[in-house]
């Protein structure tokens, strides 16, 4: 990183979590880990990258459904374990088609909005 950014506390794995927050709504989007390359990207080119533990590859978010995330701000945490991304988000941030990830409560219970059809975007 250069001298202008703080240092970032990764952990053993090199890995940070990240929190997307719409930047206007304040709204939580969702949750992803990023690695030193994840956030020179996002910084390069002002689209969030994230690191897939899943898949142990490095992706930008919306490659593959269009919903990318315009990052106008990173935030670090006071022990710099944790980045905040300000986001503008096109269309909605979860794979599962709602705007949030969370958009459910612990009961189970729906209180988000269901923005896109994901059968219609992935193969799934």
Known sequence: MSDDVPD???DE???LPAIAQDADSGEVLMLA???PEAVERTRE???A???SRSREELW???ATSGHVQHVREIRVDCDGDTLLY???QEGGACHTGYESCFYRTIDGEVVGEQVFDPEAVYDE
């Open 8 to 10: 970032l506390a990764f």
């Open 33 to 35: 880990y990023v690695t």
């Open 13 to 15: 794995t090199d890995r």
């Open 86 to 88: 300000l986001v503008d």
């Open 49 to 51: 990258h994230y690191y």
């Open 45 to 47: 080119t002002g689209r």
């Open 60 to 62: 930008e978010k919306g």
